[in-house]
């Protein structure tokens, strides 16, 4: 393992550069300090460089090897590699300028021969990233265990037939919770990694669902306990790897947090790629969220419309995460979320500037898509029209009937009586979308 | 109009002709009064013929016209013309034998100019359906309101933008649910029809879901106000007729039902086709709707899995079926639902002849599968494995760990003290798929 | 019937507004006399508006019926109602100055008691059509014969098991052939509407094609007798109607065109609805079929990313546009096709204002991609980097390769005599897409 | 590295036990000797032990590591590694009792530092197999090279963009395709890997087919100079691991073989899993490829329905199977194919012997199944219908249509004249449904 600094070949932080530039190492939309909504635009968007896919995938697939070959992913002395890697990590986190990063335990650090081991290493990690994070002012979005990967967990941690894997993954959890904690860590997420069933032919579903209730009940008192203050955040996901993923969308997570008594202490962290799995658009998944109140942070990435797996590709579209974005400003924007690059570049970009170029481009296009946004807002281009449609549910019946204050028969016999015929009225959708191509 | 009884070739009640019958009017597995688990097959399968598909659809789809050319869905007076499809209707429950059917009110009788007159139409066919039912003994499954196909609903019934759309809503499940109440229906179904969106660009989902729940609440209070004891039931379907219906699937149902406080009063009536377009085996779905608490009755049909639409096609896979009666079984087999054929001949069927072979394939395919499903819960062939494989969440620390006696620090220090190290155990998959093969 | 004329509450035709225009009736882009690559933009985009889903298509789908209400889709005088609805459709042309419009024999005229009737009104209405033509400039892109909609074609028309629908279909397919011929049309269309089957259970799947074929040919055969000079257009669909269609995709249709020896008089028409429920993106089939030589022409529209039906909303993905016309400008842009746009107003766009927006917003949306294609080109933004990729096959040994001068074994000798050992270079797709989003 | 024969607990061949053997180790169905349409079942069957999936993947997929742990797949000496795998696959093959297996270069044997060494250790794993398979009787069915996994490979092999890499791969298919002719293998296989795109932003299409077309010439020359009998095979898949593969389905590779004039040296290999992946049933794909002439082999296995990726799963559903050996019986049955068992066990299936349960309870499936369609054909349950269906056809008119003797013309005439007005027939697929569940 020899790593040459530097990885990168330009040392240059990338900058804004107006709408006009024309370098893939510039920023055309993203003006970190420009002033949206009263709001800098960094802190609207959040950005988070993650570990896994940017610093730990070789570039394999099923079918196919590693094709990136990164030095500080062979070696003998695996906390040396592990200390390469930040290197590099911080190197791209400076370039970037990002505000945020996120990580797995076993991204920053390797396993142990023992749990005792790892929980040792992940901590000598930890206090390596608190100094390069002093210097750097990279704060931690939100850290995460890994339970998924290793052998021990094919059949589900949480979720495990057996309850020794659960104790297991707890061990790893609480060591993880606790170093994301004391890194300053605005969240902490639990992705239900293998929480899901190859077949029902081996699996009790509803034994299931109880222990993953109570592993996630476990750990929202073990953070109160240490005093986290930031939300837990579980990460829908309908299939992949499992066949059956039990956080399979929004609203699946809320009925499940609403069954074990969780909606105070858990949020979303909803992805792109896995909305277009489950059958939603990203739009819906983050609406959704919003009405039903456990709306937390994005992964943002996208999914390929035509494939069935998880791509996890550089979101690139400008128009789909204006629609993302202007959901996201109509509540406020985010508390203690902010928007994850769980995105890979292709193994087919294997060189070092490809990692930066992807980051810049999908930078961009959310800087974009949020003007976009404001600017829709600001208009009212869709909102007004949206009250306008509703505006009979504002009124003095309608407020009657969502308040409880008439009963079915007294809608029945009031309709009976008027001889009433409502007539339809246009939904205007090509108009609409007409409307929000004047400004994306 | 002219219907010239009668409109079956044949007269004859198919019967049991045991299972190297070879007439397909004669039913080589479905035995009524065979004794399955203590109950005559008959009482377990409780199937239902649909009125909508097997009576009122001309076999027409989006590219083209009718193809069935059936005479009482052609004339001037639409009395009479309901009244001579209720003669053929009541004719094939005979031929089949059935126990139950069921009817949207639009099914059964004419839309009036009015709703007042619509009212009036349905109650005159109820009474004609009491008469009919009295001598042939066939049930009521269950009734429901059409609340999608006139063009006041195009936007929604109870998540209409306009109030005045739901109170006419309001009127016509009134009349519906009070002829199902008359007509001893076991159940009252709510299908979402157009209860979703076609673009969240014109669309506000929180208020539409408020509305839904209200509306919800409202047939639960008239329900208890008539002294109807059967349930509601809600049908989940993630999209068609619009792109994105609210009642999703199973878990969204339960969230929906958690949300407004209706879990008592409301269960789900499930089908194969609306699982596989929300992307999860029919199996899932009823095993998941029994761990939540929620089931309560089938819409038997199957999809084309390579198609993106609702086939609703007659289900004649008896291996999926049979894994669908397992889990109903286990669950200890219907209350007051049923199997009901919300499935249609393809619309080159256009014999009359189509419609028996349609039944009778079906019901003999579900009969077979329901042997199965029995044989093997008698053998333990899926529950004895499954059983050993949670077998540690039946001892003690498992035990504990459900209770909530363990802390994530308990856990976290027993796993690290005790150098835990759990080892995988085989899933078998492919040894229990080889299993049910046998049974088959 | 009793069309109050005008229709549209505009009598303005839309025009070019710029980029700052607000109005709905006013086009940001489209601007039809600027010259882009040495052509007028109305010369490049050739829009055609069709007859079905704009003036035939009441509103309906499988769960509902008429929204629309349309004047001249109600009354009792088919030809009265044929006359009127031309009025409006020849209203729309103009409003919209588009200066191609498409129909389906049924469109125009209704059908007769017999087919020798169905041909007169055909022929009837086809004068009308040279008239408002004359006077209105519009021209024909395409004429058809729909072969699908009614009960006779339930079972493929070319591909009937019956040969007397075979025949039956000849007939209809003359008329409309010559009728497209002597209204100038600039090519014919043969959608395969039901030219496919529902189960392999009663298809005979190779005689069907070889019938498919045999039509084909004769078509192909009648357009050299009268002189036609235009190519026929196969339009390729995977699903929908039937299960399985016959002209499934683009590279389908190729191998059928090969089989039968059609490659010199058959062409494409290729649709985007299309392309995605084949599992290809639009961009895919474009290349594709100009790679292999077929390319004919284009049905403009979108799909639902989400859904398996064929929704044929208007387009308005600037985006996917830009790719897809960067590959007809790549290829010389169009010949005899053109734009049609094979895409229905929503069920809920019920105001006749509905229509404009929706044709102009598209229209729009198709310019400024023709405009930043335009770009991507002249700048050789994707291009010059593609020629870059493949250099080493236009050098020495590449070309000896590809014209057959290495046999397996002078190039598996070369590879072991050389120790040869390739280098991989980056695929830099992140680079490109941020390359094109300069340009979106 | 440390194997310790046995791996299998077992010794004993698996034996045919009768339908009511209850052993997961004795067949109930496949009776290898019981002849079938005159042929014994194993020569009708003709399966194969794939060495990929059993012998050489871990249990790792993209989201975790090997779950297998097997010996011969650790330590340092790569060809005694490789000769500890031959042992345990030939003891499999005893032990199941096939009749063939299959294998790419790589499963087989090492890769090496150079093309040299590797076809060095490919030529010496040869050796090893020729004792083996002379001791053992058990025959090649078919061998192949690798293209796909090894990073020179990441942008395709023949469709590489760089002319090197073709022609490395050369060398590599030359070594393969050798060995296999000496092995005496009855075919040769050539899938496409990564002859594919990611995105057309980086791809030539155009010149790829080009490449590929030339590709597959060269093989089939070295094929005829060395003297190989047994066809090529090319292998339908639509996507993954590359996004869009040029080998999308039947329909696709056969307008491929067209353009390159290699229809009469190259058949297709027709897996299910890759069915479904494009869109088609198994059973059209069969039917397809032996009405299009290109049919050679099967890789026996399924997909997920309801997933979006390869799971190779081994195949278990009867009723499916069934459908697709009756295409294959009425076409006359396997020449120099086979059931080739692309499948794998699940990741979690860590047992030795869930390695014989998926095997064994697989061909039992195919043999039941085989049964089921001989049946069906000797009694055309299926076939009888459908030359009634198409009789027409085989009339004196349907005739003289099909022969050319009838003009468009001819046939307009005659039906206007004759007032033809031809009346549909019932599909009758419900009843043909019910007929197949008689045998299955
Ligand atoms: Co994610
Ligand atoms: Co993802
Ligand atoms: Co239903
Ligand atoms: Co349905
Ligand atoms: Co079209
Ligand atoms: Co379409
Ligand atoms: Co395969
Ligand atoms: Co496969």
């Known amino acids: 393992m020899n790593v040459q600094p530097p990885f990168f070949q330009t040392g240059a932080t990338v900058a804004y550069g107006g709408a006009d530039a024309r370098s893939p190492l510039a920023f055309r939309w993203y003006d970190k300090d420009r002033i949206v909504r009263g709001r800098r635009m960094e802190d609207h968007l959040r950005f988070a460089v993650c570990y896994w896919h940017s610093f730990c995938w070789p570039g394999s697939d099923p079918f196919g090897g590693e094709t990136f070959l990164r030095s500080w992913q062979h070696g003998d002395d695996a906390m040396a590699m592990a200390r390469a890697k930040a290197d590099v990590a911080f190197e791209l986190f400076r370039l970037l300028d990002v505000p945020f990063f996120t990580f797995h335990d076993v991204d920053a650090a390797p396993e142990g021969a023992t749990l005792k081991e790892s929980v040792a290493n992940l901590n000598a990690i930890a206090d390596l990233f608190e100094q390069k994070m002093a210097a750097a002012k990279v704060r931690l979005l939100w850290g995460t265990a890994n339970l998924f990967s290793h052998r021990r967990y094919m059949a589900g941690a949480a979720t495990n037939p057996d309850p020794d894997v659960f104790t297991y993954a707890a061990g790893q959890v609480r060591a993880a919770l606790e170093v994301t904690h004391r890194l300053g860590g605005a969240n902490y997420v639990l992705w239900g990694g293998r929480e899901g069933y190859e077949t029902l032919l081996n699996t009790d579903l509803k034994r299931e669902l109880d222990q993953l209730g109570r592993f996630v009940s476990l750990v929202v008192e073990h953070k109160h306990k240490i005093g986290f203050k930031g939300p837990l955040l579980i990460e829908p996901k309908p299939k992949e790897p499992t066949k059956h993923q039990y956080d399979f969308d929004v609203a699946t997570c809320y009925g499940f947090l609403q069954r074990y008594d969780l909606l105070n202490d858990v949020k979303l962290n909803i992805e792109q790629n896995h909305a277009i799995l489950a059958g939603h658009s990203f739009q819906h998944e983050v609406a959704l969220a919003q009405a039903l109140g456990v709306f937390g942070s994005l992964d943002i990435n996208r999914g390929d419309d035509l494939l069935g797996w998880d791509t996890d590709q550089f979101a690139m579209n400008v128009p789909e995460l204006a629609l993302v974005f202007h959901e996201l400003l109509k509540g406020g924007g985010f508390t203690t979320g902010g928007l994850n690059f769980d995105a890979k570049i292709r193994r087919q970009s294997i060189d070092p500037d490809d990692l930066l170029h992807a980051h810049v481009?999908?930078?961009?296009a959310c800087a974009r898509a949020l003007l976009a946004a404001d600017e829709m807002l600001a208009a009212g281009a869709l909102t007004a029209p949206l009250t306008a449609r509703y505006a009979g549910w504002d009124g003095e019946e309608g407020q009657a009937i969502l308040?409880?204050?008439?009963?079915?028969?007294?809608?029945?016999?009031?309709?009976?009586?008027?001889?009433?015929?409502?007539?339809?009225?246009?939904?205007?959708?090509?108009?609409?979308?007409?409307?929000?191509?004047?400004?994306?």
């Open 361 to 364: 481009g999908s930078m961009d």
């Open 403 to 440: 308040a409880g204050r008439r009963s079915l028969a007294d809608l029945a016999d009031s309709a009976l009586t008027s001889g009433l015929d409502p007539q339809p009225r246009s939904g205007r959708q090509e108009y609409l979308e007409s409307v929000v191509n004047r400004y994306v």
